[in-house]
């Protein structure tokens, strides 16, 4: 489907589809912000919708959990077995990235009417906490969305190349933090810069803790893995921060999420898969009866495209092309369970081996995607500890991850400069089939070293590829800025 312009796109809260998938489903939940917003029930129904959204196969329901592997060096894709899907992402072809766009700013326009309108609703006190937390959680989830358009669509602040088509190119994504609820308040804008877009994310964020904070006073209520809480909120923040290059800000956020008792690091790795995981600061709750209902769940899960079609333990019919590369495999030593054949984390089926991490652990091709969780949090605050020259406390927060995914006594993880790759291959460990793999070499700046198999060779950081797409119709239909009709109100990035 062509997109429409985001302008008008926004205003009718569809999600389009993206030329990348086979199958884009609108949220079966999702109402339009035209509802008439009464109550604090109304608001968390439009709350509903964003999570819905979050859902979609072509965003945290599939792509952002797994199209990170596959475009960059932990998945090799089996064209054989993998019924189209992938296929082209696996060897970075032109356009074949994330395509997020349209389904992204649908939800920030949802979230833009609740932060927007809110504070008007006359509540009883009983309720007050209530519409807080209805707050706080657009804040951070309107905070989390544009750092996923943000690391997709553009380079991080301190990542800008100064070589190649990329060189000194500061603009991300376009900022709407006001609702468009009718076709006049419908506009063109030009993408905001990295550093615009960067400020935005943080405002967010900090507004949500303390509303976060009064909600609890008043209700008491544990907050939930299944929705944006302050636990999620801080971590994503130090996230942020990370990818900013403010390493001491990121340490800061990275222990007030680990002071939360949303998460806490897992006993054995097989936890970690589980529905509601202690490791979970944040994670999408899928129901089988509802959101993987019909062929087109089952086609499009994450169970379907990880496991092998009827050799895999549950004997399922499946799409799954995505094998785990050779360089993958080779990172993990006979005892770490994280890998190990014998503690069912892989299995060996028609010449490839592959990854069982989604295991339909929530119902028949259902498995919940973690956004965040502890192990991913450890570790960032490991690297941003390494990155201010802290050595000997980042391995202790490493060793301390590693003495529970190993058998044995593991080796001490290094105490010199040499940790900062440690830490990435433990990233890599730790994480593989969730997601960050993508994102972190994008961020490191150092290219990407394709699969041997795939033949692609190395992608360079300075490669067009490294971004994704704007959507072509969003360009087109964008004004022209001067007297060349080329030149488009709305840049595309460089070398599309």
Not at 133 to 150: N, T
Not at 331 to 347: I, K, N
Request: net charge negative; hydrophobic share 40%.
């Amino acid at each position: 489907m062509r997109n429409k312009i985001i302008a008008l796109s926004i205003l009718a809260s569809f999600a389009v589809s993206s030329c990348d998938d086979l199958v884009q489903v609108e949220p079966q939940n999702s109402v339009s912000t035209g509802v008439a917003l009464s109550d604090v029930n109304s608001y968390q129904a439009v709350l509903t919708s964003v999570y819905d959204r979050l859902q979609s196969f072509n965003y945290w329901g599939r792509d952002f959990a797994l199209l990170g592997d596959a475009l960059s060096d932990n998945i090799f894709t089996a064209s054989t077995l993998a019924g189209g899907r992938y296929v082209t992402a696996n060897v970075n072809g032109r356009g074949a990235h994330y395509g997020i766009w349209g389904t992204a700013y649908a939800a920030i326009n949802e979230l833009n009417t609740v932060i927007s309108t809110i504070d008007g609703l006359t509540v009883p006190t009983s309720q007050v906490g209530a519409r807080d937390q209805v707050k706080a959680e657009a804040y951070a989830l309107r905070a989390m969305i544009y750092f996923d358009l943000a690391r997709v669509y553009g380079y991080e602040p301190t990542n800008i190349p100064t070589t190649g088509q990329g060189a000194g190119f500061n603009k991300s994504v376009i900022l709407r933090i006001t609702p468009t609820t009718d076709a006049s308040q419908a506009d063109f804008r030009a993408r905001a810069t990295i550093d615009q877009v960067y400020a935005q994310i943080e405002s967010d964020f900090k507004a949500s803790f303390p509303l976060f904070e009064s909600a609890f006073a008043a209700t008491k209520t544990a907050p939930s893995k299944y929705k944006m809480n302050i636990g999620a909120a801080h971590a994503l923040l130090g996230k942020v921060y990370l990818y900013a290059g403010k390493y001491a800000e990121a340490v800061t956020e990275f222990d007030a999420a680990m002071a939360t008792s949303v998460a806490s690091l897992a006993n054995s790795y097989t936890d970690i898969l589980a529905p509601g995981s202690v490791e979970s600061y944040f994670e999408l709750r899928f129901v089988a009866a509802t959101e993987m209902a019909g062929v087109t769940g089952g086609n499009e899960s994450l169970f379907s495209y990880t496991n092998n079609t009827l050799n895999n333990p549950l004997g399922l019919s499946t799409f799954g092309g995505q094998t785990a590369s050779a360089e993958l495999q080779a990172l993990f030593t006979p005892e770490d369970t994280r890998w190990g054949v014998e503690d069912g984390r892989s299995y060996t089926a028609a010449g490839f081996t592959w990854g069982y991490k989604y295991t339909s652990s929530n119902g028949t091709f259902t498995d919940n995607p973690k956004i965040i969780r502890y192990a991913d949090v450890l570790l960032m605050k490991a690297e941003a500890l390494a990155m201010q020259g802290q050595y000997a406390p980042a391995a202790t927060l490493v060793d301390q991850l590693r003495a529970k995914r190993i058998t044995g006594t593991p080796t001490a993880s290094p105490t010199d400069a040499t940790i900062i790759n440690f830490i990435k291959d433990e990233r890599r460990r730790e994480l593989y089939f969730e997601g960050h793999r993508w994102f972190d070499l994008k961020r490191y700046g150092e290219g990407i070293a394709k699969p041997s198999l795939t033949g692609v060779g190395t992608i360079p950081a300075t490669d067009f590829r490294i971004l994704a797409q704007i959507p072509t119709g969003e360009v087109q239909l964008s004004p022209a800025v001067g007297d060349d009709p080329s030149v488009k109100l709305l840049e595309q990035n460089p070398g599309y």
